[in-house]
């Protein structure tokens, strides 16, 4: 299981801090699938994305535009249904 994985676990046992600390440590090994943050699916990270310390780690990434885009995007579907 890769630091991503353990993260996404972590995150639905509401461990933030934990799922945080996975999350580093992915970022640290450069793991690919960080690249797909913004888009994980099944309300993976739910718990983190309300945590300023996500959006920071998102910004370091590279990832916290893509991650708004996201968001704005699956806010305008659901205002559709």
């Known amino acids: 299981m890769v630091n991503h ?3 996404v676990v972590l995150d ?3 461990e933030s801090d934990a799922a945080l600390e996975w ?3 992915a970022c ?3 793991e690919p699938m960080l690249a797909w943050l913004h888009v994980v699916p099944f309300g993976a990270f739910e718990n983190l994305r309300k945590d300023a310390r996500f959006d920071e780690l998102l910004e370091r990434i590279g ?3 893509q ?3 996201a ?3 699956a806010a305008a579907r659901s205002e559709d249904t």
Request: glycine residues 0%; without cysteine; hydrophobic residues 50%.
């Open 5 to 7: 994985h353990v993260a």
């Open 12 to 14: 639905a046992l509401d």
């Open 23 to 25: 999350l580093e440590r």
């Open 28 to 30: 640290e090994a450069r």
């Open 63 to 65: 990832m916290a535009r």
């Open 67 to 69: 991650m708004r885009a």
């Open 71 to 73: 968001s704005s995007h």
